[in-house]
Each structure stands twice: as C-alpha cells, then as structure tokens.
C-alpha cells in the first residue's frame, strides 16, 4: 500500500509496518475543537468545519439531575457527591457447620453483637433470642420478636444451619459483628455452642454507592484569562470506589511486606481512619503519593449504563474529587443526572 506524506494536507499519517506517526500539533495552524451547529462537534479552522460528529441521535434516559457552579481557589480539593446511592436491603448470612432438625429449633438460643442506626444515633447492642417448646416457639419466631421490640428494621430466616439477616427498609444500615448459637436439650442442658462464621458471598450492603453515583457528568471548566500559560489549563479528578482496596506498607522481621486493606471511604469525614473506614484525608494522600489523579482541562464528559433495579449490577459512575493544584482560582460548571 503506498504511504503518502503531504505536509500540506490537515490530516496526514506515515504509516511503517504496525506503528502509526502523527504529525506533532501546532500552535499556530487556527484549528479548533468546538461545539458547531446542527448538533454537531468537530475540528474546525477559520470558517471551514474539517471533521464532524453528530450528536442528535443521542438520548438517555434521565429521572434526576442536578446542574451547580463552584470556584476552586488555589490548592483547594472539592468532593462532588453522585444523585444516587442505589439503595439496597442490606443482607448478612451467618452460617453453623451443624444441621439442627425441626425439633431443635424450639431448644435453641442465638446471641448477637449488633450495631444499627435509630433516630440518627449509631447504636451498639448485644441482643439474646431462644426458642420455648412449651410455648411452641422456634428460634426463628423468637429472634424476629426480639428484634422487633429493639426497634431494629431486619428480618431473620433460619434455614437447617443457616441465619440470614435481611434489612426490611432500603438503606437500611445494620451490622451483625459475632452470633453464638446454643442447643439445649429438653432438661435445659447445654449440648453444644457454636460460634457462627459469616458468609461473605453473601452480603449485600445497604447501599451500593456509599460515595453517591450517576448515570452522566459534564463539566465545563473556565480558567481566568490572566493565565497567559494555556499548558495549565487543567484540574485533577478522581471517582471514588468505595469500598477501596489499596496495600499498606509494614514490616516484618526488617522486610517490608504489603498488607491488603479494603475500607469505606468516608468522603467528608476528617476523623481517624478505623479497620472499616478509611477518611478523607488518608484517602487523597494515599491517590496523591501513588499517582491515581487524573486530569481534565476544558471539558469533562462520562456517561453509563443503567443499573438494573435491584442493583446487582453496579454501572454508574461514583462520585468524586476535584483538585485545583494552581495559584489562581477555577470555575467549575457542572451537570449530572440519573
């Protein structure tokens, strides 16, 4: 196939074998990137469009949104929450290596380390429901009654060697540390205690997007004019994944080993971080010191897919940080939508 190389033309590649050469860009050629009309997007240079692409047979479809405008001052670090948690009825299984028959489950007794919100308070409690023959009540009957009367929006199913702790609210936030299970026979003797292992698999937190997620963002950038230097014409981003995996340096009999840590960001806390959570602070250090910013200058553009209704599946886009590293203030305008 004959290469060409015509200096002269706007668009040129010389093509050796699998690599393909562009020409490096020019200050001083007139060509532009810009929103044109018709809904078209293109390369334009003087009043000649040079490329185009249509926009008009793009359509999403949107059940929320939301449009602000903030100024980044110098060295000044913003989160942007999302519009959607995905709220979810949180679910944690706890699981016996016995299998109790129909009888055992009136001689059974189940304790509970249980945390949980109530009236905006965060709630540490140990709880203790048992079976009564005598009274024809199971396990099952007991401990959904006792979490009832403690006001605590989950439900319980047992099922031969298995508890299942479901929400019964969307977003309901509960958290189920240690369950020990007792048998007993019919003189009240105790035949066995188990300390029960929760199944992670089966966990399903009580909102997908602790950060908060939409479907689309836009943001639209303006640097002051006084800026004479256009190289600086950017910001740092970065979504937060949360929960957030990252590795964690420690030593070791004098050899340093990385430790995995998955946490909870929590976006606009500035307390320690605990085993669960990881703050805000640690959480920019620790993108800043391993390079995970990226960045954006005059145009910021993402959408998704929709997530399914019970949000197994987890498309949106979470919400983020923006960074502003220079000496002079940024206007960000920003649109999102669900």
């Given at each position: ?129 048992s079976g009564n023959y005598s009274q024809n009540i199971t396990i099952e009957n007991a401990l959904n009654t006792t979490l009832s009367n403690n006001n605590i929006k989950i439900t ?94 420690t030593t070791c009999a004098s050899t340093i080993v990385y430790e995995k840590k998955t946490k909870i960001v929590d976006v606009g806390s500035a307390t320690c971080t605990t085993s ?63």
């Amino acid at each position: 196939m004959a290469t060409t190389n015509n200096s002269s033309d706007v668009f040129y590649a010389n093509i050796n074998g699998t690599s393909l050469n562009l020409p490096p860009c020019s200050t001083n050629d007139g060509m532009y990137f810009e929103f044109l009309p018709q809904e078209q997007i293109g390369i334009t240079k003087g009043p000649d469009t040079l490329i185009s692409m249509a926009f008009s047979d793009i359509a999403i479809p949107v059940t929320n949104y939301n449009m602000q405008t903030k100024v980044l001052e110098p060295q000044e670090v913003i989160f942007i929450p999302g519009l959607s948690k995905g709220l979810t009825y949180e679910v944690q299984k706890f699981n016996d290596t016995s299998t109790y028959t129909s009888l055992d489950l009136y001689y059974l007794k189940l304790d509970l380390s249980i945390n949980y919100y109530s009236n905006f308070r965060y709630i540490s409690k140990a709880i203790t429901a048992s079976g009564n023959y005598s009274q024809n009540i199971t396990i099952e009957n007991a401990l959904n009654t006792t979490l009832s009367n403690n006001n605590i929006k989950i439900t319980a199913t047992f099922d031969v060697s298995s508890f299942t702790f479901t929400g019964t609210a969307l977003g309901y936030e509960y958290n189920i540390s240690t369950a020990i299970l007792t048998l007993y026979d019919s003189s009240n003797a105790v035949v066995a205690v188990h300390n029960l292992t929760e199944d992670v698999s089966a966990y399903i937190p009580s909102s997908r997007y602790p950060a908060g997620a939409m479907k689309g963002v836009l943001i639209k950038a303006l640097y002051p004019t006084s800026n004479s230097d256009v190289t600086q014409d950017w910001l740092y981003i970065n979504h937060v994944v949360t929960p957030f995996t990252y590795y964690e340096a420690t030593t070791c009999a004098s050899t340093i080993v990385y430790e995995k840590k998955t946490k909870i960001v929590d976006v606009g806390s500035a307390t320690c971080t605990t085993s669960d959570t990881i703050n805000a602070g640690d959480y920019l250090s620790y993108i800043t010191e391993n390079n995970l910013w990226n960045k954006f200058s005059k145009l910021y553009l993402v959408t998704e897919a929709q997530d399914n209704d019970d949000y197994s599946t987890e498309n949106y886009i979470e919400g983020f940080y923006v960074f502003n590293p220079h000496p002079f203030d940024v206007q960000i305008d920003y649109m999102q939508f669900v």
